[in-house]
C-alpha cells in the first residue's frame, strides 16, 4: 500500500528538516484493519469507453519506453479526425533525430557572458528576447535539436491500396481495458462489422494488432505501415510524409509474413521489423502493407529497435499474454486507493483520476529517460526533457511501490554526470550543474527562461531518496551515491556568500517564472530545498558509515534562512 506519510516527507519539503519531519505522534486509539482492496473492480470500473471521436483525446497506449496514439480505429488510420495538438504518433524514448549543422554549431556558439555578482562574467545559455533566435540562427539550431521523432504511421487499408473513407465508419465503440492493456475497438465500414485489438508489448517496442472481419477476406482490409520523416516544424507532431532530406529504406530480411527494415534519416538510423499471419509486401517508398489470403482474421506485430535486435519477435499469443501478466501486475503491486463508501459526491471523479493518472504516466514516464512535458503524446519544446519536472511525473512511482519504474530514469543522471561536472566547472563552482530543458546528450538548450532555473538541482537528491525509502537496500546507495555527492557538492558551492550569509543567486528564476532572473535572490521553495537536500546528504554519507562533510554543514550553517 502507498504510505502516505512518506509522501508528505517527500514533497512537503517547508516542514523543515529531516529530522524535525521524522518525529512520530503515537495513536490515540486502535484503527480496524480493513478488507482488501477489490483491484480488479477498482481498474475496471475505470476502463475507458468511447463512442465517437474525441478529437483532443486519442487513447494512447505503451510501455514506458513506447507510446502508440490510437484513433477511433484503434489504429491511425484518420489522423486528420484529431486535432493538430493531439496527433497520431508511435514515439520512442530513444528516437532522437537531428537535422544537418553544416555550420558545425557547438554548445558555445549558444552562450553568453552574464555578470554574476561576486564572480564576475559567466556563460550562460541565454536568450535575451525571442527575437534574438530569428535572427541567430546557431541558437535556432541548438535549442531545435536533437528532437523527437514518430517512428511510424499505423492504419486500416485495402489491399488494391484504397484508403478507408471515413464517412463510412459507424456504430463505434471502442473500449480501453485497463488491467490488460488491451485496446478493443469495433465499428462497421460501409455496413460490415470490423473489430481491432491493439496493444503495445511490455518489454519489446513493439504494437501488435488484430483484426476480425468479414472484410479481411472478402475485400483485403488490413493494415499500412508507413515510415515517416521529421517535420522541420517538429512541434507539436513531427510526422512527415515528405521525401526531403537524406532518407532511406532498406530491407534487410525478408520472409513469408516477415520482413525486417533499416530506416534511415540524416544520420538516425533504425531498424523495424513486421510480422504478420498474412502477407507482407512493399507499397511505396516509406511502406508497406499487410492482407489476409482467405482468412477473416489477421494479426500483425510491428517492432522497433535502436539497433538490429538480437532476438527474434516472439509469437503473437505469447506476446499477448506478457501484456496481460504486465498489466495485472502493475494493478495488483504497488499502491491502491479505492473510494468506495464515501459520500462525497466528488469521490468517483478523483478515484478516476487517480486510476487514470497512473496508467497515463507508466505509459509516458517510466521509460530510460526523464519523461518530456508531454511524454510520448506528441512534442513541445522539440520532444526535449525538463529536468525540474522529473518528481512531478515520476516521482510518485517509488512512493506508489513502484521504485522499479522510476530507476529506469535514473541511470540517465549517472550516465550524464561529467557533463553536469563540466557545467558546474563552467561557472566556477563545484559538483554538478544539471541543465533544464535537454535531451539526451545532456546539454542546456538556449532559452529566455532555462538557464537561469535552478529548482532542478536537488531532484537528483530527492529522487534517489524516494528508492532508498522504497527499498531500503543498501545497493541504492551504490547506485547513486557519486549522484547523490555531486549534486550537494553543487548545492554547497552555488550559494554566493555575503555578510556571512549564502545567498542564493541572482542570476535565478525561481519555480514560479514571473520575476527579473538579474535581481532574484533567496527564493523561498529553492532556499528550503536546497537545506533538505544537502541535510538528505549528509544522511546518506551517514548511512554508508562515512562521516558528515564538514563543508556541506557549513553551507547549512549559512543558507538564508
Known amino acids: 500500500m502507498m504510505r502516505l506519510r512518506t509522501a508528505l516527507l517527500a514533497f512537503t519539503l517547508l516542514a523543515g ?24 473492480a477498482l481498474v475496471t470500473r475505470h476502463n475507458v469507453s468511447l463512442t465517437a471521436i474525441d478529437r483532443h483525446a486519442p487513447i494512447m497506449l505503451g510501455n514506458g519506453d513506447l507510446g502508440f496514439t490510437a484513433d477511433i480505429t484503434g489504429l491511425q488510420t484518420f489522423p486528420e479526425q484529431y486535432s493538430e495538438l493531439s496527433p497520431l504518433l508511435t514515439m520512442a524514448q530513444w528516437a532522437w533525430h537531428s537535422f544537418p549543422n553544416p555550420s558545425g554549431y557547438t554548445e558555445q556558439d549558444g552562450l553568453i557572458d552574464v555578470s554574476v555578482p561576486g564572480r564576475g562574467e559567466q556563460p550562460y545559455a541565454w536568450m535575451k528576447s525571442w527575437d534574438v533566435a530569428e535572427t541567430q ?87 499500412q505501415v508507413r515510415y515517416p520523416g521529421v517535420n522541420p516544424a517538429i512541434n507539436p507532431d513531427p510526422t512527415s510524409f515528405d ?35 498474412g502477407k507482407i509486401e512493399q507499397s511505396g517508398a516509406d511502406a508497406f502493407r499487410v492482407v489476409a489470403s482467405g482468412r477473416d482474421r489477421l494479426t500483425v506485430m510491428i517492432r522497433f529497435d535502436q539497433q538490429e535486435p538480437a532476438e527474434k519477435t516472439p509469437a ?57 512535458e508531454e511524454g ?12 525540474e519536472m522529473h518528481p512531478w511525473h515520476s516521482g510518485w512511482q517509488a512512493i506508489w511501490g513502484h521504485p522499479d519504474m522510476l530507476e529506469r530514469s535514473l541511470p540517465w543522471y549517472v550516465g550524464n554526470l561529467d557533463h553536469a561536472r563540466a557545467e558546474a566547472a563552467r561557472h566556477h563552482v563545484k559538483g554538478a550543474w544539471w541543465p533544464k530543458m535537454v535531451g539526451p546528450e545532456g546539454r542546456n538548450s538556449p532559452s529566455l ?25 543498501p545497493a541504492v546507495l551504490d547506485r547513486y551515491g557519486e549522484v547523490v555527492e555531486a549534486t550537494a557538492d553543487l548545492l554547497a558551492s552555488w550559494p554566493i556568500e555575503h555578510d556571512g550569509r549564502l545567498n542564493l543567486g541572482a542570476p535565478m528564476i525561481p519555480a514560479q517564472e514571473n520575476y527579473d532572473p538579474l535581481t532574484t535572490v533567496n527564493p523561498t521553495f529553492e532556499v528550503e530545498y536546497f537545506r533538505w537536500a544537502l541535510e538528505t546528504a549528509q544522511a546518506w554519507r551517514e548511512r554508508k558509515g562515512q562521516a558528515r562533510r564538514a563543508d556541506w554543514d557549513q553551507a547549512l550553517a549559512k543558507i538564508a534562512p
Open 137 to 223: 540562427p546557431a541558437y535556432t539550431w541548438l535549442r531545435a535539436n536533437p528532437h523527437r521523432f514518430s517512428l511510424s504511421r499505423i492504419g486500416l487499408t485495402f489491399a488494391d491500396g484504397k484508403s478507408l473513407d471515413f464517412a463510412k465508419v459507424a456504430a463505434t465503440r471502442q473500449t480501453l481495458d485497463l488491467w490488460s492493456g488491451a485496446l478493443t475497438s469495433r465499428f462497421t465500414y460501409d455496413g460490415q462489422p470490423v473489430e481491432v485489438v491493439t496493444r503495445v508489448h511490455p518489454t519489446l517496442d513493439m504494437v501488435m494488432v488484430e483484426i476480425a472481419s468479414p472484410m479481411v477476406a472478402a475485400q483485403g482490409l488490413g493494415v
Open 17 to 40: 528538516s529531516t529530522a524535525a519531519c521524522a518525529q512520530t505522534v503515537a495513536p490515540t486509539a486502535a484503527v480496524a484493519t480493513a478488507a482488501p482492496i477489490d483491484r480488479h
Open 243 to 277: 521525401a526531403t532530406g537524406a532518407q532511406s529504406l532498406n530491407i534487410v530480411a525478408s520472409d513469408t509474413g516477415d520482413v525486417h527494415i533499416r530506416r534511415t534519416l540524416d544520420d538516425t538510423t533504425y531498424s523495424s521489423g513486421i510480422t504478420a499471419s
Open 316 to 372: 503473437y499469443s505469447t506476446g499477448v499474454q506478457a501484456t496481460t501478466a504486465h498489466w495485472n501486475a502493475f494493478w495488483t503491486q504497488g499502491g491502491a486507493v479505492d473510494f468506495t463508501g464515501s459520500t462525497d459526491p466528488r469521490a468517483a471523479e478523483l478515484e478516476r483520476r487517480v486510476v487514470l493518472s497512473q496508467y497515463l504516466s507508466a505509459v509516458n514516464g517510466a521509460g530510460e529517460l526523464p519523461p518530456q
Open 376 to 387: 510520448l503524446f506528441s512534442n513541445s519544446w522539440y520532444g526535449k526533457f525538463h529536468l
Open 449 to 473: 527562461v532555462s538557464p537561469f532555473i535552478m529548482w532542478q538541482q536537488p531532484h537528483p537528491i530527492l529522487l534517489a531518496e524516494l528508492v532508498w525509502r522504497a527499498e531500503k537496500d
